[in-house]
Nanobody
Framework: QVQLVESGGGLVQPGGSLRLSCAAS????????MSWYRQAPGKERELVAS???????KYADSVKGRFTISRNNDKNTLYLQMNSLKPEDTAVYYC????????????WGQGTQVTVSS
């Protein structure tokens, strides 16, 4: 049974930091590209950062220089280190696993809430 379980969200003041984790099970984690998405109230879900063997790491312009995506294939875990958080970073954050071969397969986690507020 495939599972992606996010954790590490919470309430933080502007300028603060959080580290999100996404624990994967039920599939071969190292064979999948991984990414973080977020969705703020009333807005569409957007890509925050991705990591895979072909493209390396990529970031949305809004988080470049503040967020860092990483993965530990031995622990089947994806991370998102978020620094210098801003109120506009408030959203539910989701991790996603993607495989393109032999067929396109996507798995999503249930999300973790991040609220940046004073």
């Amino acid at each position: 049974q495939v599972q992606l379980v996010e954790s590490g969200g919470g309430l933080v003041q502007p300028g603060g930091s959080l580290r999100l984790s996404c624990a994967a099970s039920g599939f071969t984690f190292s064979s999948y590209g991984m990414s973080w998405y977020r969705q703020a109230p009333g807005k569409e879900r957007e890509l925050v950062a991705s990591i895979n063997t072909v493209d390396g790491t990529k970031y949305a312009d809004s988080v470049k220089g503040r967020f860092t995506i990483s993965r530990n294939n031995d622990k089947n875990t994806l991370y998102l280190q978020m620094n210098s958080l801003k109120p506009e970073d408030t959203a539910v954050y989701y991790c996603k696993a993607t495989r393109t071969m032999p067929t396109r397969t996507d798995y999503w986690g249930q999300g973790t809430q991040v609220t940046v507020s004073s």
